[in-house]
C-alpha cells in the first residue's frame, strides 16, 4: 500500500519533499488515486475547483435548454431534449458526487456558486434566442464538452475519470441529436438554413471560449498536466475541436464565422482569428447577458428545493434510527 503522508498533530498532512515525490512518482506511473489516500493539499483543492465547477456547468447548463423544452417543435424533438436535459442534471450530480469524495459538500459547493465564488461555464451565459440554438448547443457545446472531457476519462483521480465514462457516452448522444437538429434546419427552406446559419455565428467563439484562456495565460495548466489531471493544454484541445468541426460545417453548407480560417498544410490543422479575451473575461467574472438570470434561476430551484433535501434527511435519520434499534435488541 502506499505510504501515507506524515501526518501533524492539527491532522494535516505534513508535505515532505519525500512524500510530494512518492506521490508524483504514483502520478508518473499511471496509478490512480483514490479517496483515502494521501494527496498533497493543492492537488485536492485544484480537483474541488475543476469538478465543481464541472458540476455547475451541468446544472447550470439545464437552464438554456430547459427554456426549449416547451417549444420544441414536435413530440420527437421535445422527448430528445427532455432526455438531454435529464441526462445533465444527472451528470451534474456524479459530478458532485466525486467531488464529495474529496471532503467537500454538496451544500458548500451550491453557496460557492450562488455567490460568485465558485466558476461555471462561460458558455451558459448566452442566450438561447431561436430552436436552431438547441441544434448548435449539441454540436458545439457538447461537441466541445466531449473534446475537453474525453481525456478526463484518463484524469489520475479515480472518482472523477469513472464518472467522465459514462458522461462521454452521453454527450456522444448529445453532440449527434444537436447535429441533426442543423442539418434539417440546413437542408429545409431557406428561412430554417439562414437561422442554422445565424446560431452559428453566435454560438462559434463562445464556444471555442469553452477551452479556457490561451496557453500563455492559462494559471492552472501546467500543475494540472503534471498531476495528470489534465492530459492536454486548452489551445490543444481548442485546436483539436476546430480540426474535427470545420468539416462538419462545411458538409452543412453552413459557413463558419472566422474570415481567417485556412487549412494550414504544414501543421496540419486550421490557422483561426483572434478570440475575443476581454469578452470572455466579462462574461466569466458576472457580465456576460445572462448571468444574472442563470444564478437567480438556480438560487430560486435550490430554495425551492429546500423541503426535499430536508424531507430526505429525516428519512433517512429514521432510518438510522431504526436501523440503530434493532441492532441494540
Ligand atoms: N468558463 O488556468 P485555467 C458541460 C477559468 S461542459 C468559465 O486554464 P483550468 C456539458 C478557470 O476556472 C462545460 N471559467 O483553468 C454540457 C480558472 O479560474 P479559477 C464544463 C473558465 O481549470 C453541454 C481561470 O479561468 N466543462 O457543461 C473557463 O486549468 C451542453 C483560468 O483558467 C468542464 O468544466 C470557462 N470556459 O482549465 C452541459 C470541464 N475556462 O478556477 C449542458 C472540466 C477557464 O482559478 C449543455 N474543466 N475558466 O477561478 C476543465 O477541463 C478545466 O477546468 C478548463 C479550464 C479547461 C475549463
Not at 89 to 109: C, F, I, K, N
Not at 263 to 270: L, R, S
Request: aromatic residues 10%; negative net charge.
Amino acid at each position: 500500500m502506499y505510504s501515507q503522508g506524515l501526518i501533524g498533530a492539527d491532522g494535516a498532512t505534513e508535505e515532505t519533499p519525500e512524500f510530494l515525490a512518492r506521490f508524483q512518482a504514483r502520478i508518473d506511473a499511471e496509478e490512480k488515486i483514490e479517496p483515502n489516500d494521501a494527496m498533497p493539499e493543492g492537488y485536492r483543492r485544484t480537483l474541488v475547483r475543476q469538478i465543481g465547477q464541472h458540476a455547475h456547468s451541468e446544472i447550470v447548463g439545464m437552464l438554456p435548454e430547459g427554456n426549449w423544452i416547451t417549444r420544441a417543435p414536435s413530440l420527437k424533438r421535445k422527448a430528445a431534449l427532455l432526455a438531454k436535459v435529464q441526462d445533465e442534471g444527472g451528470h451534474g450530480l456524479y459530478l458532485y458526487a466525486a467531488a464529495e469524495t474529496l471532503g467537500v459538500s454538496r451544500e458548500q459547493m451550491t453557496e460557492e456558486l450562488l455567490s460568485g465564488k465558485a466558476k461555471y461555464s462561460s458558455i451558459f451565459n448566452y442566450p438561447t434566442l431561436s430552436w436552431a440554438d438547441i441544434g448548435v448547443i449539441g454540436w458545439l457545446v457538447d461537441g466541445a464538452a466531449i473534446m475537453n472531457q474525453i481525456p478526463l476519462c484518463r484524469c489520475s483521480y479515480g472518482p472523477y475519470a469513472r464518472a467522465m465514462i459514462r458522461i462521454c457516452k452521453e454527450e456522444s448522444f448529445h453532440q449527434r441529436q444537436g447535429y441533426e437538429i442543423v442539418m434539417t434546419l440546413a437542408r429545409g427552406t431557406p428561412a430554417q438554413k439562414e437561422m442554422a446559419q445565424d446560431a452559428l455565428n453566435r454560438w462559434w467563439w463562445p464556444s471555442l471560449m469553452m477551452f479556457g484562456p490561451s496557453d500563455a495565460d492559462s494559471q492552472h495548466s501546467d500543475q494540472s498536466m503534471r498531476w495528470k489531471i489534465k492530459r492536454f493544454t486548452n489551445d490543444e484541445l481548442r485546436q483539436k475541436f476546430i480540426d474535427a468541426t470545420v468539416p462538419q460545417a462545411e458538409f452543412l453548407g453552413l459557413s463558419v464565422p472566422d474570415p481567417e480560417l485556412r487549412w494550414n498544410e504544414a501543421k496540419g490543422g486550421y490557422d483561426h482569428g483572434p478570440i475575443d479575451w476581454d469578452e470572455f473575461w466579462r462574461v466569466v467574472k458576472g457580465g456576460g447577458q445572462m448571468n444574472v438570470d442563470r444564478i437567480r434561476d438556480r438560487k430560486k430551484a435550490w430554495d425551492e428545493g429546500a423541503w426535499v433535501r430536508e424531507a430526505a434527511l429525516a428519512h433517512a435519520e429514521k432510518r438510522a434510527a431504526r436501523k440503530a434499534a434493532l441492532a441494540a435488541e
